[in-house]
């Protein structure tokens, strides 16, 4: 038990200097370069893309389901409303036993 708030307390820390850090060092930019600015745009779709790809490769029926559902919703609402609804959704057909 104690090694797994170690590595949770690690992990915030690990997590909170590397924000810091990327703060510390755009700060220093007087303008960021457009290149730097689409690349860093890009990062929270492609993390979602890390996140939902095995559990679409690996995952049943159900899980495809609330995937395509969800990336569809994304194409009206927002990233955050579209992933909030799939995670209810899959929660939802969780507990119905699907």
């Given at each position: 038990?104690?090694?797994?708030?170690?590595?949770?307390?690690?992990?915030?820390?690990?997590?909170?200097?590397?924000?810091?850090?990327g703060h510390l060092v755009l700060s220093r930019?007087?303008?960021?370069?457009?290149?730097v600015e689409a690349a860093l745009d890009a990062?929270?779709?492609?993390?979602?893309?890390?996140?939902?790809?095995?559990?679409?490769?690996?995952?049943?029926?159900?899980?495809?389901?609330?995937i395509v559902a969800a990336g569809l919703l994304?194409?009206?609402?927002?990233?955050?409303?579209?992933?909030?609804?799939?995670?209810?959704?899959?929660?939802?057909?969780?507990?119905?036993?699907?």
């Amino acid at each position: 038990m104690t090694e797994i708030w170690f590595l949770a307390i690690l992990a915030a820390i690990l997590t909170y200097g590397t924000r810091v850090a990327g703060h510390l060092v755009l700060s220093r930019f007087e303008h960021v370069p457009p290149r730097v600015e689409a690349a860093l745009d890009a990062v929270p779709p492609a993390m979602l893309i890390t996140i939902v790809t095995p559990v679409f490769v690996d995952g049943g029926w159900t899980e495809r389901l609330v995937i395509v559902a969800a990336g569809l919703l994304s194409l009206r609402l927002s990233v955050l409303a579209s992933v909030t609804a799939g995670c209810v959704a899959m929660a939802t057909l969780r507990h119905v036993g699907l």
